[in-house]
């Protein structure tokens, strides 16, 4: 195990995940393989519980609904971990937005350093939008925002 | 909406000719996943994706024991997942001198998938730490040597 392996985030990695950031959500299709999606809204709500808000129709959800085993692969400045558990969708539909998204709960059992020798991850993955639906996704991310901290635990 | 394949489209095979990093999502024969962060990675065809891992790795591991991989690809406007499974080439690569292994994907199926209503903008952003970057461009060189010319055993 490295120094930086743990069952738990870091202080570092909680205080990242207090705001959204593009990350893959691994889970394992019914066929039994591996199937990853890139997703944006998370948050730690504290450094053995992550939250994430992942469309409703999208095949994680369905996955994690058959298996929870999942992994996360956090990328950001200086800072590419791997962060596994189980999972449990929380809330069918998030009430804050009109488009279908389902709320899951990430129970972390394990957080490994991923990065490659001699090498680090220098920021966020880099995404954009039409100029024109800024504002929609500024209010998009901050009602999902306060529904991530607010939502009881129980599914 | 997702969009499915059974080949690698050409701009993927393009950003996996730029030396950029790759996630690499493996799972064991206990369904525990492991996801890996990888750059020597070689598109042979529209159908192959070669790629070299550290056998200690728990992803190098993973391979060893099934093969299940699905790749994550990240670049400009550019979104994808791939999947297929991994098979054997060389256990160890000729060309460094730590261990690495290198295997052939036969990839069964691509697929968009991206934010919905936005997009990559660019890669995985990277860089080498501060006095290696001779070394890599060293250690870059010979790899692509080795993963480029050594022959494909997988027909797919």
Redesign the interface.
């Known amino acids: 195990m490295k120094s930086r392996d743990s069952d738990r985030l870091s202080a570092e990695l909680s205080d990242y995940l207090q705001s959204q950031h593009p990350f893959v959500v691994v889970t394992i299709s019914e066929d039994g393989w591996p199937c990853a999606e890139v997703v944006s809204w998370i948050w730690a709500r504290d450094d053995r519980t992550v939250r994430m808000v992942i469309g409703a129709q999208r095949q994680s959800v369905a996955n994690i609904r058959a298996n929870s085993l999942t992994a996360l692969q956090i990328l950001g400045a200086k800072l590419a971990y791997e962060v596994r558990g189980k999972a449990r969708v929380i809330k069918e539909r998030c009430e804050s937005i009109v488009f279908p998204q389902t709320m899951v709960e990430l129970a972390v059992d394990s957080v490994r350093e991923n990065m490659y020798p001699a090498n680090s991850v220098t920021g966020d993955v880099p995404v954009s939008w039409p100029e024109s639906t800024d504002s929609h996704h500024h209010e998009w991310n901050v009602a999902i925002d306060v529904e991530m901290r607010t939502a009881a635990s129980e599914a | 909406m ?1 969009k499915k394949m059974t080949e690698i489209p050409k701009e993927v095979m393009e950003h996996l000719r730029g030396a950029n ?1 790759v ?1 690499v ?3 064991s024969d206990e ?9 020597w990675i070689w598109p042979m065809d529209a159908k192959t994706v070669r790629l070299v891992i ?1 056998p200690n ?2 992803g190098g591991i993973n391979l060893a024991a099934n093969g ?5 690809v ?1 670049g400009d406007n550019l ?1 994808y ?1 791939v ?1 297929g499974t991994s098979h054997l080439v060389k256990e160890q690569c000729d060309s460094v001198k730590f261990p690495e292994t290198m295997y052939d994907m036969a990839v069964e199926e691509v697929r968009t ?17 501060e006095g ?1 970057e001779d ?2 461009k060293e250690l870059d060189a010979a790899m692509y040597e080795e993963i480029k010319s050594t022959p494909m055993l997988t027909t797919t």
């Open positions: 997702a990093v996630l999502a493996t799972m369904s525990q996943l492991a996801l890996e962060l990888l750059s550290s790795f728990p299940k991989t699905a790749l994550q990240i979104c997942e999947r998938n991206t934010i919905p209503a936005s997009h990559p903008s660019g890669s995985i952003p990277l860089i080498r730490d290696t070394l890599h």
